[in-house]
């Protein structure tokens, strides 16, 4: 048996250890799980702790580490949060979340902005999580101020913007110039600003954003040097400018090779009161009628998929274009998704004048359109503009409005593009249905078809929706577009509006709905 002396000698060396390695204390839960929390009655001085929060989002965005979970506690925060540190890979990213069943509210009212600058912005960091806030009040009222909700630039990876809420961010500046310049805002804003490395792999899901002031810009924007994302789930409503944007060509990579966002999905969206009418960037006379935004706009990106959103009540449904001359949107498949009610056209491709791009090798397949063109000038549910090259209209529900115009193109650049398998129906009948093909006019489906080659196995039938009165366009059991589409390759192995899968029967059916 060993003597007191030993036992002692023995207790005081692992107390020395201890305290070496900093074990002498009671382990926090910060320490052990790497979760921390902010209160706005904490301190910065604390450890972090539920019991000992923080009080400022930016210290806690300095001390995290990969792993970490900040949680907010509900109330109001008027600050402003920047994130430049990384989480890791295996699942240890870096999360600033509102706490379970409360709701954070990081308000900018009264905050400065300071050029283009976030309420909630990530810098050039990876692995990182922004979940469950109420993003609001960051307002400009001076010329070259951009404020943004939640920005992300530079480059990185493995982000996610998830169940957010982000409203009135605003500019409320007068335009200045003959362009009517220096009036911007978004409400999310995904700037790929280096290159050649990227952002990448970037997750938009389940936010609402809403009551947006946006100038000249967007409600939620992805930009420049962007590769692979998904924008899904998303409510966006009631903005004076475009809804979802896909960008290319604006300069904001730094080299012009990987100026372009590319490889996204945009799905499950529902986008609707977006317009540019109200908008003194369009023109200083208010109303000022220019319906020019989209719901959903690709703007010079490339190979991406928009499919089974709702885009209704807008300017523009979908709009996939080119505003930059000599460059192109292409490869963009715009498929099973619900289009209609929008006041200047359901879905428009092209150039919006002869000094802009191109619209190459889309696919405009398997959509419902319903009574778009609300204005009723005859512009079309769907409306080809300059120079559209190589792309394929196919197996879309195509309902005109009182105009009786399906398809408008006054444009004569326009070469190799496929239109077939549609189902087109009017109430005024198939003899005075309208379509305007390279610049002339085709009155009756037979003498277009005739004319033209296009549609020559499409139909002209009431689709019978279950109730169009109700927008419920789900077809009944008689409906003549069950198992009337083609099986082209960019549909079959899709998922229908409601997520179902499209072969079913003998054949696919023509529209959105499975």
Not at 150 to 179: C, F, M, R
Not at 437 to 462: C, L, M, P, R
Request: contains cysteine; glycine residues 10%; hydrophobic residues 35%.
């Amino acid at each position: 048996m060993p003597s007191m002396s030993k036992l002692f000698i023995i207790g005081l060396t692992v107390a020395a250890v201890f305290i070496l390695i900093g074990q002498w204390r009671t382990p926090s839960t910060s320490d052990v799980n790497s979760i921390y929390y902010v209160d706005s009655s904490g301190n910065d001085e604390n450890a972090g702790t539920k019991k000992y929060p923080w009080k400022t989002l930016q210290h806690a965005a300095d001390a995290a580490k990969p792993g970490s979970t900040v949680y907010v506690r509900g109330g109001v925060y008027k600050q402003k949060l920047k994130i430049t540190r990384s989480g890791s890979a295996g699942g240890r990213s870096i999360t600033f979340a509102s706490f379970p069943g409360e709701t954070a509210i990081i308000d900018g009212r009264g905050l400065s902005v300071s050029e283009q600058q976030g309420l909630i912005e990530i810098e050039s960091a990876s692995y990182i999580t922004i979940q469950g806030f109420e993003i609001r009040n960051f307002i400009a009222t001076q010329h070259e101020q951009l404020p943004i909700g939640i920005y992300v630039h530079g480059s990185g990876g493995y982000i996610k913007l998830l169940n957010n809420k982000v409203h009135d961010i605003q500019n409320t500046a007068e335009p200045i110039g003959s362009e009517l310049r220096g009036r911007d805002a978004h409400g999310i804003a995904v700037y790929g600003s280096d290159a050649p490395a990227s952002l990448r792999h970037i997750t938009i899901d389940g936010n609402e954003l809403y009551n947006l002031v946006l100038g000249s810009s967007e409600s939620l924007v992805i930009n420049g040097n962007v590769d692979t994302f998904s924008v899904t789930n998303n409510l966006i409503h009631d903005a004076d400018n475009i809804g979802i944007d896909l960008i290319g060509f604006e300069g904001v990579s730094p080299h012009r090779t990987y100026d372009q966002v590319r490889n996204g999905l945009v799905s499950g969206n529902r986008v609707y009161n977006i317009t540019s009418n109200f908008n003194p960037s369009y023109g200083k006379s208010l109303p000022n009628h220019s319906n020019a935004a989209g719901g959903i706009y690709i703007d010079g990106g490339r190979d991406s998929v928009i499919e089974r959103n709702y885009s209704y009540n807008n300017d523009i449904g979908i709009e996939i274009a080119s505003e930059h001359a000599g460059k192109a949107t292409r490869d963009i498949t715009v498929r099973s998704n619900i289009v209609y009610s929008n006041r200047y056209t359901g879905i428009a491709m092209g150039g919006y004048d002869s000094e802009r791009g191109a619209t190459v090798n889309c696919k405009i397949i398997n959509n419902t359109l319903y009574q778009n063109n609300t204005l009723s000038d005859g512009s079309g549910q769907i409306l080809l503009q300059y120079d559209t090259k190589n792309n394929i209209i196919a197996n879309n529900i195509i309902f005109a409005d009182s105009s009786n115009v399906f398809i408008y193109n006054e444009q004569k650049k326009n070469s190799g593009n496929k239109i077939d398998y549609n189902l087109y129906y009017a109430p005024a009948g198939a003899a005075k249905a309208r379509w305007v093909w390279k610049n002339k006019e085709y009155v009756g489906f037979a003498a277009y078809q005739a004319s033209t080659g296009n549609d020559s196995h499409s139909i002209f039938a009431d689709p019978r929706f279950v109730d169009q009165a109700v927008n419920d366009f789900h077809l009944k059991a008689a409906s003549p577009a069950i198992d009337a589409g083609s099986p082209y390759p960019w549909i079959i192995k899709s998922l229908d509006i409601d997520g179902q899968a499209r072969l079913q029967g003998e054949s696919i059916n023509i529209g959105a709905v499975e």
